[in-house]
Protein backbone atom coordinates (compact mmCIF):
# COMPACT_ATOMS: atom_id res chain seq x y z
CA UNK A 1 0.00 0.00 0.00
CA UNK A 2 1.16 3.07 -1.01
CA UNK A 3 1.82 5.81 2.26
CA UNK A 4 1.86 9.71 1.82
CA UNK A 5 3.71 12.12 4.17
CA UNK A 6 0.55 12.71 5.91
CA UNK A 7 1.08 9.60 6.99
CA UNK A 8 3.91 10.04 9.10
CA UNK A 9 3.20 11.00 12.60
CA UNK A 10 1.25 7.16 12.60
CA UNK A 11 4.23 5.24 11.31
CA UNK A 12 6.74 3.12 13.65
CA UNK A 13 9.84 3.01 11.18
CA UNK A 14 10.73 0.29 14.12
CA UNK A 15 7.57 -1.77 12.93
CA UNK A 16 9.01 -4.90 10.16
CA UNK A 17 5.48 -4.80 8.91
CA UNK A 18 6.10 -1.08 7.75
CA UNK A 19 8.60 -2.05 5.37
CA UNK A 20 7.27 -5.41 4.12
CA UNK A 21 3.37 -3.91 3.36
CA UNK A 22 3.66 -0.64 2.60
CA UNK A 23 5.48 1.53 -0.30
CA UNK A 24 7.28 4.07 1.49
CA UNK A 25 8.41 6.02 -1.60
CA UNK A 26 6.60 9.64 -1.43
CA UNK A 27 7.07 9.50 2.25
CA UNK A 28 11.04 9.20 1.59
CA UNK A 29 10.75 11.71 -0.59
CA UNK A 30 9.07 14.26 1.47
CA UNK A 31 11.66 13.84 3.69
CA UNK A 32 14.34 14.50 1.99
CA UNK A 33 12.81 17.61 0.51
CA UNK A 34 11.28 18.91 3.55
CA UNK A 35 12.21 17.58 6.50
CA UNK A 36 15.93 15.79 5.72
CA UNK A 37 17.06 15.58 9.75
CA UNK A 38 13.53 14.92 11.01
CA UNK A 39 13.17 13.38 15.03
CA UNK A 40 11.01 10.65 15.31
CA UNK A 41 9.19 9.95 17.93
CA UNK A 42 8.44 6.30 19.62
CA UNK A 43 5.02 5.62 19.13
CA UNK A 44 3.69 5.53 22.95
CA UNK A 45 6.94 6.76 24.37
CA UNK A 46 8.92 10.04 25.49
CA UNK A 47 12.27 9.18 23.14
CA UNK A 48 12.50 9.06 20.07
CA UNK A 49 15.82 8.91 17.45
CA UNK A 50 16.62 10.95 14.11
CA UNK A 51 15.75 10.03 10.88
CA UNK A 52 18.39 11.27 7.84
CA UNK A 53 17.64 10.94 4.49
CA UNK A 54 19.70 12.53 2.13
CA UNK A 55 22.69 10.67 0.21
CA UNK A 56 25.38 13.76 1.18
CA UNK A 57 24.26 13.26 4.83
CA UNK A 58 24.24 9.85 4.88
CA UNK A 59 27.24 9.40 3.75
CA UNK A 60 28.58 11.97 5.53
CA UNK A 61 27.29 10.45 8.58
CA UNK A 62 28.69 7.44 7.60
CA UNK A 63 32.34 8.84 6.99
CA UNK A 64 32.28 10.69 10.40
CA UNK A 65 32.99 7.93 12.69
CA UNK A 66 34.11 10.26 15.43
CA UNK A 67 31.16 12.37 15.86
CA UNK A 68 28.87 9.48 14.94
CA UNK A 69 29.37 6.62 16.61
CA UNK A 70 28.44 2.44 15.70
CA UNK A 71 29.21 1.33 19.45
CA UNK A 72 26.02 1.95 21.21
CA UNK A 73 24.30 -0.34 17.97
CA UNK A 74 24.28 -0.14 14.35
CA UNK A 75 20.41 -0.91 13.86
CA UNK A 76 17.65 0.25 15.09
CA UNK A 77 17.03 -3.20 17.39
CA UNK A 78 20.26 -2.51 19.23
CA UNK A 79 20.06 1.49 19.02
CA UNK A 80 16.75 1.68 20.75
CA UNK A 81 18.08 -1.08 23.21
CA UNK A 82 20.49 1.21 24.27
CA UNK A 83 23.53 -0.56 23.80
CA UNK A 84 24.70 -3.50 21.95
CA UNK A 85 26.65 -6.45 23.84
CA UNK A 86 29.08 -7.08 20.77
CA UNK A 87 30.33 -3.11 20.92
CA UNK A 88 34.11 -2.91 20.92
CA UNK A 89 34.63 -6.93 19.92
CA UNK A 90 32.30 -6.74 16.10
CA UNK A 91 34.00 -4.87 13.90
CA UNK A 92 30.91 -3.55 12.52
CA UNK A 93 29.93 -1.99 16.34
CA UNK A 94 33.90 -1.15 16.59
CA UNK A 95 34.97 2.00 16.30
CA UNK A 96 38.50 3.88 16.68
CA UNK A 97 42.18 2.34 16.29
CA UNK A 98 40.85 -1.00 17.39
CA UNK A 99 38.41 -1.18 14.86
CA UNK A 100 40.78 -0.62 12.07
CA UNK A 101 43.21 -2.89 13.45
CA UNK A 102 40.47 -5.58 13.31
CA UNK A 103 39.08 -4.86 9.92
CA UNK A 104 42.87 -4.90 8.72
CA UNK A 105 43.13 -7.96 10.19
CA UNK A 106 39.49 -9.72 8.56
CA UNK A 107 40.50 -7.87 5.70
CA UNK A 108 43.15 -10.18 4.79
CA UNK A 109 40.44 -12.95 3.86
CA UNK A 110 38.32 -10.50 1.59
CA UNK A 111 40.96 -9.96 -0.65
CA UNK A 112 39.99 -10.41 -4.57
CA UNK A 113 43.42 -13.30 -4.47
CA UNK A 114 42.28 -14.45 -1.24
CA UNK A 115 38.72 -14.69 -2.72
CA UNK A 116 39.41 -16.25 -6.45
CA UNK A 117 39.07 -19.89 -5.07
CA UNK A 118 35.46 -18.69 -3.86
CA UNK A 119 34.47 -16.99 -6.22
CA UNK A 120 35.45 -19.49 -9.02
CA UNK A 121 33.05 -22.00 -6.98
CA UNK A 122 30.21 -19.10 -6.59
CA UNK A 123 30.13 -19.08 -10.80
CA UNK A 124 30.00 -22.69 -10.80
CA UNK A 125 27.20 -23.37 -8.16
CA UNK A 126 25.16 -20.53 -9.48
CA UNK A 127 25.40 -21.47 -13.08
CA UNK A 128 24.63 -24.84 -11.97
CA UNK A 129 21.82 -23.84 -10.54
CA UNK A 130 19.95 -21.30 -12.74
CA UNK A 131 20.35 -24.26 -15.35
CA UNK A 132 18.26 -26.55 -13.46
CA UNK A 133 15.74 -23.61 -12.77
CA UNK A 134 15.69 -23.45 -16.56
CA UNK A 135 15.58 -26.86 -17.43
CA UNK A 136 12.85 -27.47 -14.93
CA UNK A 137 10.82 -24.22 -16.22
CA UNK A 138 9.16 -23.26 -13.33
CA UNK A 139 10.99 -22.37 -9.66
CA UNK A 140 11.45 -20.30 -7.10
CA UNK A 141 14.29 -18.18 -7.80
CA UNK A 142 14.43 -17.02 -4.00
CA UNK A 143 14.76 -20.67 -2.55
CA UNK A 144 16.24 -23.15 -5.41
CA UNK A 145 18.90 -20.50 -6.24
CA UNK A 146 19.75 -17.30 -4.41
CA UNK A 147 19.40 -19.03 -1.01
CA UNK A 148 21.56 -21.59 -2.22
CA UNK A 149 24.83 -19.40 -3.27
CA UNK A 150 25.85 -16.83 -0.76
CA UNK A 151 25.67 -18.87 2.32
CA UNK A 152 27.42 -21.49 0.76
CA UNK A 153 30.34 -18.96 -0.22
CA UNK A 154 30.39 -18.05 3.56
CA UNK A 155 30.32 -21.26 4.61
CA UNK A 156 33.66 -21.63 2.35
CA UNK A 157 35.27 -18.92 3.25
CA UNK A 158 34.75 -20.15 7.31
CA UNK A 159 35.18 -23.90 5.73
CA UNK A 160 32.23 -24.72 7.81
CA UNK A 161 31.71 -28.56 7.18
CA UNK A 162 29.45 -29.48 4.81
CA UNK A 163 27.34 -31.26 7.02
CA UNK A 164 26.59 -28.31 9.35
CA UNK A 165 25.31 -26.42 5.85
CA UNK A 166 21.51 -27.05 6.50
CA UNK A 167 21.57 -26.27 10.37
CA UNK A 168 23.26 -22.57 9.64
CA UNK A 169 20.50 -21.83 6.72
CA UNK A 170 18.07 -22.54 9.00
CA UNK A 171 19.37 -20.70 11.87
CA UNK A 172 20.10 -17.35 9.66
CA UNK A 173 17.01 -17.03 8.41
CA UNK A 174 15.69 -17.05 11.40
CA UNK A 175 17.90 -14.78 13.02
CA UNK A 176 17.40 -11.52 11.48
CA UNK A 177 14.00 -11.58 9.61
CA UNK A 178 10.99 -13.95 9.16
CA UNK A 179 9.58 -14.78 5.68
CA UNK A 180 5.76 -15.39 7.57
CA UNK A 181 5.32 -12.33 10.32
CA UNK A 182 7.51 -10.58 12.76
CA UNK A 183 9.80 -13.02 14.04
CA UNK A 184 9.39 -13.48 17.61
CA UNK A 185 11.79 -12.32 20.69
CA UNK A 186 12.48 -15.71 21.39
CA UNK A 187 13.06 -17.43 17.76
CA UNK A 188 15.39 -14.27 16.86
CA UNK A 189 17.37 -15.26 20.52
CA UNK A 190 17.23 -18.78 20.28
CA UNK A 191 18.68 -18.55 16.63
CA UNK A 192 21.29 -16.02 17.33
CA UNK A 193 22.25 -18.62 20.63
CA UNK A 194 22.80 -21.36 18.27
CA UNK A 195 24.55 -19.51 15.80
CA UNK A 196 27.08 -17.96 18.35
CA UNK A 197 27.47 -21.96 19.90
CA UNK A 198 27.77 -23.03 16.36
CA UNK A 199 30.69 -20.98 15.82
CA UNK A 200 32.32 -21.01 19.60
CA UNK A 201 32.68 -24.85 18.68
CA UNK A 202 34.06 -24.53 15.13
CA UNK A 203 36.50 -21.87 16.89
CA UNK A 204 37.96 -24.78 19.09
CA UNK A 205 38.65 -27.07 16.70
CA UNK A 206 40.73 -24.46 14.06
CA UNK A 207 42.70 -24.01 17.41
CA UNK A 208 43.90 -27.27 17.78
CA UNK A 209 44.22 -27.55 13.52
CA UNK A 210 44.40 -24.43 12.02
CA UNK A 211 43.98 -24.00 8.15
CA UNK A 212 43.46 -21.34 5.79
CA UNK A 213 40.59 -20.03 6.36
CA UNK A 214 39.06 -16.60 8.28
CA UNK A 215 38.27 -18.46 11.49
CA UNK A 216 41.35 -19.89 11.79
CA UNK A 217 42.42 -16.13 10.75
CA UNK A 218 40.98 -14.54 13.36
CA UNK A 219 42.30 -17.26 16.23
CA UNK A 220 46.03 -16.92 15.24
CA UNK A 221 45.41 -12.91 14.96
CA UNK A 222 46.47 -10.46 17.06
CA UNK A 223 44.67 -6.95 17.68
CA UNK A 224 46.16 -4.23 20.24
CA UNK A 225 49.39 -6.28 20.80
CA UNK A 226 47.15 -9.81 22.47
CA UNK A 227 45.43 -12.75 20.76
CA UNK A 228 41.63 -12.17 20.04
CA UNK A 229 38.95 -13.73 22.59
CA UNK A 230 36.82 -16.48 22.37
CA UNK A 231 34.08 -14.47 22.04
CA UNK A 232 35.77 -11.51 19.81
CA UNK A 233 36.34 -14.79 17.34
CA UNK A 234 32.79 -15.96 17.72
CA UNK A 235 31.56 -12.45 17.25
CA UNK A 236 32.74 -11.73 14.35
CA UNK A 237 31.91 -14.99 12.20
CA UNK A 238 28.71 -14.64 13.37
CA UNK A 239 28.54 -10.91 11.82
CA UNK A 240 29.71 -12.42 8.52
CA UNK A 241 26.69 -15.45 8.69
CA UNK A 242 24.20 -12.23 9.44
CA UNK A 243 25.46 -9.48 7.38
CA UNK A 244 26.68 -11.48 3.98
CA UNK A 245 23.69 -14.45 3.77
CA UNK A 246 20.03 -12.62 3.74
CA UNK A 247 21.73 -9.27 2.40
CA UNK A 248 23.16 -10.50 -0.39
CA UNK A 249 20.49 -12.66 -1.52
CA UNK A 250 17.77 -10.36 -1.05
CA UNK A 251 19.80 -8.38 -3.94
CA UNK A 252 20.36 -11.01 -6.28
CA UNK A 253 16.14 -11.99 -5.88
CA UNK A 254 15.27 -8.36 -5.93
CA UNK A 255 16.86 -8.02 -8.83
CA UNK A 256 15.74 -10.64 -11.09
CA UNK A 257 12.53 -9.00 -10.14
CA UNK A 258 13.16 -6.13 -11.49
CA UNK A 259 14.14 -7.77 -14.95
CA UNK A 260 10.80 -9.33 -14.73
CA UNK A 261 8.59 -6.23 -14.14
CA UNK A 262 11.05 -4.09 -16.50
CA UNK A 263 11.18 -5.53 -19.69
CA UNK A 264 13.70 -3.36 -20.82
CA UNK A 265 15.72 -3.60 -18.00
CA UNK A 266 16.23 -7.29 -18.83
CA UNK A 267 16.58 -5.90 -22.52
CA UNK A 268 19.66 -4.20 -21.74
CA UNK A 269 20.97 -7.14 -19.88
CA UNK A 270 20.42 -9.63 -22.05
CA UNK A 271 21.76 -7.60 -25.39
CA UNK A 272 25.26 -7.05 -23.21
CA UNK A 273 24.07 -2.89 -23.87
CA UNK A 274 24.31 -3.04 -19.94
CA UNK A 275 27.52 -4.38 -19.00
CA UNK A 276 27.32 -7.02 -16.00
CA UNK A 277 29.37 -5.11 -13.72
CA UNK A 278 27.53 -2.23 -14.32
CA UNK A 279 23.91 -3.87 -13.78
CA UNK A 280 25.27 -5.30 -10.30
CA UNK A 281 25.77 -1.80 -9.40
CA UNK A 282 22.33 -0.90 -10.65
CA UNK A 283 20.47 -3.90 -8.46
CA UNK A 284 22.52 -3.15 -5.37
CA UNK A 285 21.13 0.32 -5.60
CA UNK A 286 17.57 -0.74 -6.79
CA UNK A 287 17.39 -3.19 -3.93
CA UNK A 288 18.93 -1.66 -0.80
CA UNK A 289 18.70 -4.85 0.66
CA UNK A 290 19.93 -2.84 4.25
CA UNK A 291 17.28 -0.15 4.97
CA UNK A 292 19.33 1.77 7.29
CA UNK A 293 22.27 2.11 9.81
CA UNK A 294 22.32 3.23 13.29
CA UNK A 295 24.49 5.66 14.63
CA UNK A 296 24.77 7.64 18.27
CA UNK A 297 26.03 11.00 18.41
CA UNK A 298 29.00 11.69 20.40
CA UNK A 299 29.03 15.42 20.07
CA UNK A 300 26.25 18.41 19.27
CA UNK A 301 26.02 18.85 15.69
CA UNK A 302 23.52 20.74 13.37
CA UNK A 303 21.95 19.20 10.48
CA UNK A 304 20.02 21.20 7.74
CA UNK A 305 18.90 23.19 10.99
CA UNK A 306 18.07 20.84 12.77
CA UNK A 307 19.90 20.32 16.82
CA UNK A 308 21.52 17.03 17.36
CA UNK A 309 22.37 16.61 20.23
CA UNK A 310 25.43 14.65 21.83
CA UNK A 311 23.84 11.33 22.97
CA UNK A 312 20.99 11.35 20.69
CA UNK A 313 20.50 8.22 18.41
CA UNK A 314 20.74 8.84 14.72
CA UNK A 315 19.34 6.22 11.99
CA UNK A 316 20.78 6.86 8.21
CA UNK A 317 18.21 5.41 5.49
CA UNK A 318 19.79 3.58 2.52
CA UNK A 319 16.77 3.36 0.94
CA UNK A 320 15.86 6.70 0.74
CA UNK A 321 19.68 7.74 0.01
CA UNK A 322 19.95 5.30 -3.11
CA UNK A 323 16.88 7.19 -4.32
CA UNK A 324 18.28 10.57 -4.31
CA UNK A 325 16.94 12.56 -7.02
CA UNK A 326 19.86 15.07 -5.88
CA UNK A 327 22.74 12.12 -6.40
CA UNK A 328 20.95 9.80 -8.91
CA UNK A 329 19.13 11.15 -12.01
CA UNK A 330 15.58 9.15 -12.55
CA UNK A 331 16.28 7.65 -9.24
CA UNK A 332 13.27 5.71 -9.14
CA UNK A 333 13.97 3.89 -12.41
CA UNK A 334 15.76 0.72 -12.91
CA UNK A 335 18.23 1.28 -15.23
CA UNK A 336 20.94 -1.56 -15.69
CA UNK A 337 23.72 0.53 -17.98
CA UNK A 338 23.40 3.69 -14.60
CA UNK A 339 26.72 4.72 -14.57
CA UNK A 340 27.91 6.59 -12.33
CA UNK A 341 26.35 5.14 -9.76
CA UNK A 342 28.05 5.29 -6.28
CA UNK A 343 25.31 3.63 -4.58
CA UNK A 344 25.43 3.80 -0.27
CA UNK A 345 23.91 0.01 -0.58
CA UNK A 346 27.69 -1.55 1.05
CA UNK A 347 27.62 1.83 3.10
CA UNK A 348 30.74 4.65 3.43
CA UNK A 349 33.53 5.27 5.18
CA UNK A 350 35.60 2.95 7.64
CA UNK A 351 32.54 0.51 8.24
CA UNK A 352 32.17 0.16 4.21
CA UNK A 353 30.91 -3.67 3.64
CA UNK A 354 33.89 -6.46 3.92
CA UNK A 355 32.22 -8.52 1.61
CA UNK A 356 31.52 -6.19 -1.09
CA UNK A 357 33.86 -7.82 -3.60
CA UNK A 358 32.23 -11.17 -2.65
CA UNK A 359 28.73 -10.23 -2.88
CA UNK A 360 29.37 -8.12 -6.51
CA UNK A 361 30.74 -11.56 -7.79
CA UNK A 362 27.93 -13.49 -6.70
CA UNK A 363 25.17 -11.10 -8.26
CA UNK A 364 27.72 -11.09 -11.34
CA UNK A 365 27.45 -14.98 -11.45
CA UNK A 366 23.36 -14.91 -11.26
CA UNK A 367 22.82 -12.00 -13.98
CA UNK A 368 25.76 -13.88 -16.46
CA UNK A 369 23.89 -17.25 -16.31
CA UNK A 370 20.54 -15.34 -16.56
CA UNK A 371 22.03 -13.85 -19.70
CA UNK A 372 23.04 -16.91 -20.82
CA UNK A 373 21.26 -19.57 -20.10
CA UNK A 374 17.53 -17.29 -20.35
CA UNK A 375 15.55 -16.40 -23.64
CA UNK A 376 14.65 -12.78 -24.79
CA UNK A 377 11.84 -10.85 -23.52
CA UNK A 378 9.83 -10.48 -20.15
CA UNK A 379 6.14 -11.44 -19.75
CA UNK A 380 4.18 -13.97 -20.71
CA UNK A 381 5.57 -16.66 -22.77
CA UNK A 382 8.92 -15.14 -22.94
CA UNK A 383 12.47 -15.51 -21.79
CA UNK A 384 11.57 -14.43 -17.99
CA UNK A 385 7.67 -14.66 -16.37
CA UNK A 386 6.36 -14.10 -12.95
CA UNK A 387 4.64 -17.21 -11.83
CA UNK A 388 3.29 -15.86 -8.72
CA UNK A 389 3.23 -13.68 -6.15
CA UNK A 390 7.06 -12.94 -4.28
CA UNK A 391 6.72 -13.14 -0.60
CA UNK A 392 8.10 -10.39 1.19
CA UNK A 393 10.16 -10.40 4.57
CA UNK A 394 9.33 -8.72 7.67
CA UNK A 395 12.50 -7.17 9.30
CA UNK A 396 12.89 -2.88 10.18
CA UNK A 397 16.70 -4.01 8.52
CA UNK A 398 16.50 -5.72 6.10
CA UNK A 399 14.24 -5.92 2.82
CA UNK A 400 13.67 -8.49 0.18
CA UNK A 401 11.39 -11.39 -0.71
CA UNK A 402 12.11 -14.78 0.17
CA UNK A 403 9.82 -16.02 -2.34
CA UNK A 404 10.23 -15.12 -6.41
CA UNK A 405 8.20 -17.68 -8.02
CA UNK A 406 9.52 -17.52 -11.82
CA UNK A 407 9.45 -19.11 -15.15
CA UNK A 408 12.33 -19.14 -16.74
CA UNK A 409 12.27 -20.46 -20.49
CA UNK A 410 15.81 -21.54 -22.23
CA UNK A 411 17.54 -19.45 -24.65
CA UNK A 412 17.54 -21.71 -28.05
CA UNK A 413 21.01 -20.92 -28.83
CA UNK A 414 22.54 -22.18 -25.06
CA UNK A 415 23.59 -25.66 -24.94
CA UNK A 416 22.88 -27.40 -21.11
CA UNK A 417 26.03 -28.47 -19.43
CA UNK A 418 28.12 -25.61 -21.55
CA UNK A 419 28.65 -23.65 -17.97
CA UNK A 420 29.68 -26.35 -16.08
CA UNK A 421 32.12 -27.62 -18.73
CA UNK A 422 33.53 -24.02 -19.42
CA UNK A 423 33.53 -23.12 -15.11
CA UNK A 424 35.76 -26.44 -15.24
CA UNK A 425 37.92 -25.24 -17.70
CA UNK A 426 38.31 -21.62 -15.77
C1 LIG B 1 29.40 -3.94 6.73
C2 LIG B 1 25.74 -4.15 3.55
C3 LIG B 1 27.40 -8.41 1.89
C4 LIG B 1 30.39 -8.59 5.69
C5 LIG B 1 28.30 -3.62 5.98
C6 LIG B 1 27.59 -2.37 6.06
C7 LIG B 1 26.57 -2.43 5.17
C8 LIG B 1 26.63 -3.71 4.52
C9 LIG B 1 25.52 -1.35 4.90
C10 LIG B 1 27.93 -1.21 7.01
C11 LIG B 1 27.15 -1.31 8.31
C12 LIG B 1 27.34 -0.08 9.16
O1 LIG B 1 28.09 0.83 8.78
O2 LIG B 1 26.75 -0.02 10.24
C13 LIG B 1 25.89 -5.32 2.83
C14 LIG B 1 25.04 -5.70 1.71
C15 LIG B 1 25.52 -6.89 1.23
C16 LIG B 1 26.64 -7.27 2.06
C17 LIG B 1 23.85 -4.90 1.21
C18 LIG B 1 25.04 -7.72 0.07
C19 LIG B 1 24.39 -7.23 -0.99
C20 LIG B 1 28.36 -8.83 2.77
C21 LIG B 1 29.09 -10.08 2.66
C22 LIG B 1 29.90 -10.15 3.77
C23 LIG B 1 29.72 -8.92 4.53
C24 LIG B 1 28.93 -11.08 1.52
C25 LIG B 1 30.87 -11.21 4.19
C26 LIG B 1 30.86 -12.43 3.77
C27 LIG B 1 30.39 -7.35 6.28
C28 LIG B 1 31.23 -6.98 7.42
C29 LIG B 1 30.94 -5.63 7.72
C30 LIG B 1 29.94 -5.21 6.77
C31 LIG B 1 32.20 -7.88 8.16
C32 LIG B 1 31.56 -4.79 8.84
C33 LIG B 1 32.67 -3.92 8.29
C34 LIG B 1 33.22 -2.95 9.31
O3 LIG B 1 32.50 -2.58 10.25
O4 LIG B 1 34.38 -2.55 9.17
N1 LIG B 1 27.71 -4.42 5.02
N2 LIG B 1 26.81 -6.30 3.03
N3 LIG B 1 28.78 -8.16 3.90
N4 LIG B 1 29.64 -6.26 5.92
FE1 LIG B 1 28.30 -6.25 4.40
Known amino acids: ?75 LETLLAGADSAAGKMAAVTDGPHHAELRGLMLKAFTPKALAPIVRSVRRVTGRLVEEAVLRGESDFATDVAARVPLAAICDLLDVPDADRAQILRLTSSALASPDGAPTQTDTWTAKSEILLYFAQLAESRRERP ?31 LGG ?79 DERQFPDADVFDPART ?10 PHFCLGSYLARAEIGAALEALRTMVADGAGEGAGIESAGEPRPVYSNFLSGFSSLPVRLRMDPRYRPGTWAAQSDQA
Open 211 to 241: GDDLVSLLVRGRVGGRPLTGEEVVLNCYSLI
Open 1 to 75: MPLRPDDLPRLDLADPRLHAESDLTEVWRYLRDEEPAYWHQEPGRESGYWVITRYADVAGIYRDTVRFTSEHGNV
Open 245 to 323: DETTRFSMIGGLRGLIERPQAWAAVKSGRAAIETAVEEVLRWTTPTLHAGRTATQDALIHGSFIEAGDKVTVWNVSANR
Open 340 to 349: PNKHLTFAYG
